[in-house]
């Protein structure tokens, strides 16, 4: 077991990564989609790193990270990671990594019960929901009692906004509809669930209006900027994180599929004030996720 996290000690924060592959070789994606996502981020053969080969990543970056796969076993047939696997290998590296998990709403009570023994017995921080993967509105409620146990259990929702580059490419793109990844169908559940703390992830292509609209409107709404390299970001989103939302945007990667070496390096060049850059790397990400104090 690792020593625990040293908040003090870190660079950044990274609140975005995925573990793609258990320690059994499984994929967290069925290899068409795995393909269009790496054709789409020009990832070609990038290598799916175990969970220790990413503790061991950010142990040698002084950086944390957040780790979750995605369960999307309804919409797509294909079996999960295993949140319990993913949970007791950050346990693990717990001076670096903080697991998050994912579970499938269509799961009903099921998937609340997973949640509760989650958060209790394997220490999770927060939950990862990839709506157009997952075949869902987040405002439908069939999700709504997996998001009363989440808020109840003082736990995160994140859920992926915007296009996908997982299906991009394949006929029908892979099934997956981009509408459920607009972020204003997000709002509702900040609306229903406002105890609840909320990360939409990612630049909002094509609703990045839409997204710096909830965050500033909703308390417990924030942005991670991860899945794009700083330097394609928008300018009204560069120009909120400077602003209005500069204690409500986080630094997240889309790791392995973007490395925080890249992303990093084209944030240096980003204009973003000096006093707000270590929010955004840090900071932001360490009050949310209860790391200090608030």
Known sequence: MSTALNVAELTAIDVHTHAEISKDGHGSLSPELFGASEKYFKAHGHRQPTIAETAAYYRER???AVVFTVDAEHATGWP???NEEVAESCAEHADVLIPFASIDPWKGEAGVREARRLVERYGVKGFKFHPSIQGFAPNDRMAYPLYEAIEELGAIALFHTGQTGIGAGVPGG???RLKYSDPM??????VDFPGLRIVLAHPSFPWQDEALAVATHKPQVYIDLSGWSPKYFPPQLVRYANSLLQDKVLFGSDYPVITPDRWLADFERLEIKPEVRPKILKG???RLLGLVED
């Open 284 to 286: 932001n990400a360490a």
């Open 62 to 64: 002084k950086m944390a």
């Open 185 to 190: 169908l997000v709002d509702d559940v900040a």
């Open 80 to 82: 999960r990671i295993s």
């Open 174 to 176: 892979g099934g997956i």
